[in-house]
């Protein structure tokens, strides 16, 4: 989405680059280690693979692949080139494109014989996000007064790592005064009117506590008063560093960490409609957004996302368009398994470090309250095509 929407390595100046979710608040743990490092392992040897629907993942797939074939064949493919080149993609993608989308065992064949699995080592934090829905109308009035901006014409977004390679992955957004970069307005400044009058409206909600939650998903639809549905993606965030309102609110003594979720959050503000201001206020991360058309939400990758096949990942360690085999568990049921094949699509603000995913859950009131609950540990393995061998720093000797 750009939840869609949002996790090229992005920075910690939003909580979703395509969307993706900051809740549940996860509990402290330590930094993991900024390193990839991948195993060779069977496909016996990952649980749930022989039961597992493959056939599933193929539209996520071929979606990844027209992405791909747009590349020049001596492109690599991730850091250190751990995913080969663009011409190692080629066969794997036409091949995928030739088969049916509804035969699990094909779809598994396929995988086993194109592609080689890799467990990348240790175990790390999945949470997910969902394609948000909101009331809204192209015009303001009667409940309609939360706007939801367009990208301004001044705000300039700035890739940090094009100027110093050890800033790689990093970005930042302000607006050019006097030929000097300066902070673009914060939310409470932007709530306050920064933006009136610049005709930079794209649509009116009803809710600002939706609104909000919009920018963190980074993506969603509107159903429209006048009728119809406009669908909004990502388009440029303030420049401001993203703030985590479920923190601060354990910090203010308003709710208990082990409680916090999307579900608990918004009960409290509901319940404290003098506090949602304050509260809101306190990230000064501002996303802006524009409309979309066809298929969505579309993942950072630049392709339509697909519930429950798409994750976002940190891109500095995992590729976009790369497999990936996850192992964690249901959020709303811990003691049940979830394992799926699923495609690195899309990346976010919060999803740093070699071991860490967002999975889409697609859109409606079930994929809210599972991406509302999700803060799993788990671990995923990647399948790379067999004519790629990852380059020796990042390969232990252990087969498993």
């Known amino acids: 989405m750009k939840k869609p929407i949002a996790t090229a390595a992005a920075l ?21 280690p900024e390193k990839l490092t991948v195993s060779p392992v069977s ?16 539209t996520a797939l071929v979606r990844s692949c027209e992405r791909l074939a747009r590349q020049p064949a001596s492109r ?9 080149t663009m011409a ?15 035969n699990d065992e094909t779809a598994r064949q396929f995988f086993e014989k194109r592609f080689n699995a890799y467990q990348v080592e240790g175990e790390g934090l999945f949470t997910g996000y ?24 001044d705000l300039v977004m700035v890739d ?22 300066k902070p673009f307005s914060d939310r409470e400044a932007i709530r306050k009117g920064a933006l009136l009058g610049k005709g930079l409206e794209l649509v009116w909600v009803d809710d600002p506590v939706d609104a909000f939650f919009l920018q963190v998903q980074g993506s969603g639809r509107v159903v429209l008063a006048e009728g119809g549905v406009l669908r909004v993606g990502y388009d440029g965030h303030n420049g401001h560093r993203y703030t985590s309102i479920g923190k601060k609110m354990i910090e203010q ?37 524009r409309s979309l058309k066809g298929d969505g939400p579309v993942g950072s990758q630049g392709v339509p996302l697909v519930p429950g096949r798409s994750l976002a990942v940190d891109r500095r360690f995992i590729p976009m368009g790369v497999p990936v085999w996850l192992e964690t568990t249901d959020p709303l049921d ?32 079930l994929a809210e309250q599972r991406a509302g609950h999700m803060k799993q540990t788990g671990r995923y393995t990647l399948l790379l095509p067999k004519t790629v061998v990852p380059p020796p720093t990042l390969l232990t000797t252990a087969a498993r």
Not at 160 to 181: M, S
Not at 259 to 287: E, M, T, Y
Request: proline residues 9%; charged residues 25%; positive net charge.
């Open 253 to 289: 003594g308003h709710l208990e960490r082990e409680k916090v979720s999307l579900q608990s959050i918004r009960g409290w503000l509901a319940a404290h409609p003098d506090q949602v201001d304050p509260i809101l206020d306190l990230n000064r991360s501002f996303i802006f957004f």
């Open 43 to 58: 496909f016996a040897g990952l649980k749930g693979w022989r039961t597992g629907r493959q056939a599933e993942v193929l």
């Open 12 to 32: 910690t100046v939003m909580a979703a680059l395509s969307g993706c979710a900051q809740f549940p608040l996860p509990a402290p743990q330590e930094e993991a």
């Open 130 to 153: 969902y394609e948000a829905s909101l009331r809204g109308a192209l015009r303001p009035g009667g409940p309609y007064r939360t706007p939801l901006y367009k990208r301004p014409d």
């Open 334 to 365: 811990p003691e049940r398994p979830l394992r799926r094949l699923m495609v690195a699509q899309d990346t976010g603000g919060a999803i740093k470090g070699p071991v860490r995913g967002d999975v889409f859950f697609g859109a409606g009131p």
């Open 88 to 102: 190692d993609w080629r066969q794997v993608c036409t091949a995928a494109e030739a088969l049916p989308g509804d």
């Open 76 to 84: 690599s493919l991730g850091a250190n080139g751990i995913a080969g």
């Open 160 to 181: 940090l790592g094009k100027f110093d390679p050890d800033w790689k992955g990093k970005r930042t957004a302000g607006t050019v005064v006097n030929g000097r970069l």
